[in-house]
């Protein structure tokens, strides 16, 4: 993605960035989205995140994706959001945003792709991992 937005001056809320967008975040390339969703029976207002990439397979598992995450969190507590991450395929993230206390929404029915959220305002479990 050659067109990304700085991850926080997305988030800035400058009424020229749309709700949805990909944006930057070092070598990440971030889908977002601020959303409503339906998290264990109740309504929740969302932080997103749809999809991430990573510009250099060489900065893969170098702890980007952990900062990003981090500022997410942050963010999300500020203003009284859920993060919610959705379709997650990769074992080893959905154990990492488990671990920090995030929940799987799939739990009615389970699948190989899950999503996660945390509810605002929610602990956040640092682990020995990160």
């Not at 993605?1 to 800035?12: A, E, K």
């Not at 070092?26 to 109740?42: F, M, N, P, S, T």
């Not at 699948?111 to 990160?130: Q, R, Y």
Request: hydrophobic content about 40%; glycine content about 8%; overall charge negative.
């Amino acid at each position: 993605m050659s067109n990304c937005i700085q991850f926080d001056d997305w988030i800035g809320g400058d009424p020229q960035f749309p709700s949805r967008a990909w944006t930057a975040w070092g070598e990440l390339e971030i889908y977002v989205r601020i959303a409503k969703h339906l998290c264990r029976g109740d309504l929740f207002d969302c932080l997103d995140i749809a999809n991430v990439g990573i510009t250099e397979e060489s900065k893969r598992g170098q702890g980007k994706f952990t900062e990003f995450i981090r500022h997410v969190e942050e963010i999300a507590k500020e203003r009284g959001l859920a993060v919610y991450a959705e379709s997650i395929s990769n074992d080893r993230l959905l154990g990492f945003l488990l671990r920090r206390g995030y929940q799987n929404i799939d739990i009615e029915f389970p699948s190989p792709i899950s999503s996660v959220f945390l509810p605002p305002n929610a602990s956040v479990w640092e682990t020995p991992h990160e």
